[in-house]
């Protein structure tokens, strides 16, 4: 099974640190995407990367830029944290046609920002 | 339009019962329409998923039905179990292989 771990479960920081939630797979995957989770509201993409180096904007980028400098690994920068990005942030690998086009997911970092 | 309407927002239903969930659509372009399974502390995890080729789909209690005309697709989880009981997404692949996920459901089945 592909697995997917995202290198925080919960993060507490400070109103304008900057700061790095991290997301290894470990299937080889090109295509790879961080969404946020809010109640209401549903999954919403924020930036997605379909290879080494390669990234694309989602549908709620601000604030948030992303690395992607190994193809295993994808990482969600907060630029300077503001209280309104206190979320869940889920990280998926996509899994390709023999896996019904699906996601895997990680289990998620419930970050808080005080 | 991106967006993907899901209803209803929570459900509870006893067990042995039939759970309905809905979703609509309105972009065409929309290709492939998985629903996913999520429980307390967990990522959700890929449940079932349809083509907009095939009306129906089914996998032991789960059943996904699809009306293309109507742009709408449900998920029936028939004889609802207690361990049913989660928050299920359902989703649509635009280009690139990004979903447009639901707002969610809160499933809960009473034993």
């Known amino acids: 099974d592909v697995k997917v771990t995202q290198s925080s479960r919960y993060l507490v920081k400070r109103t304008g640190e900057k700061v790095f939630l991290e997301c290894v797979q470990d299937?080889?995957?090109?295509?790879m995407f961080w969404y946020r989770q809010d109640p209401g509201l549903g999954l919403r993409l924020i930036y997605f990367?379909?290879?080494?180096?390669?990234?694309e904007k989602g549908d709620i980028p601000e604030g948030y830029s992303v690395s992607r400098e190994k193809k295993e690994r994808f990482s969600l920068i907060l630029e300077s944290a503001s209280t309104n990005q206190t979320s869940m942030y889920l990280c998926?690998?996509?899994?390709?046609?023999?896996?019904?086009?699906?996601?895997?997911f990680g289990s998620g970092t419930r970050l808080t920002v005080v | 339009q991106q967006q993907v309407k899901q209803s209803p927002q929570s459900l509870i239903v006893q067990k042995g019962g039939i759970s309905i969930i809905n979703c609509a659509y309105e972009?065409?372009?929309?290709?492939?329409f998985p629903w996913y399974q999520q429980f307390p502390g967990k990522g959700p995890a890929l449940l079932i998923a349809?083509?907009?080729?095939?009306s129906e789909k089914k996998e032991g209690r789960f059943t996904i039905s699809f009306n293309k005309s109507a742009k709408q697709f449900s998920l029936h989880i028939m004889d609802s179990q207690p361990g049913d009981s989660a928050t299920y997404f359902c989703?649509?692949?635009?280009?690139?292989?990004?979903?447009?996920f639901g707002t969610g459901t809160r499933l809960k089945v009473l034993a």
């Open positions: 299937m080889d995957h090109e295509n």
């Open positions: 349809i083509r907009p080729d095939v």
């Open positions: 998926a690998s996509y899994m390709g046609v023999r896996n019904l086009y699906g996601y895997t």
């Open positions: 990367s379909y290879d080494v180096k390669m990234k």
């Open positions: 972009n065409t372009a929309f290709d492939y």
């Open positions: 989703a649509a692949m635009s280009r690139g292989y990004k979903y447009i």
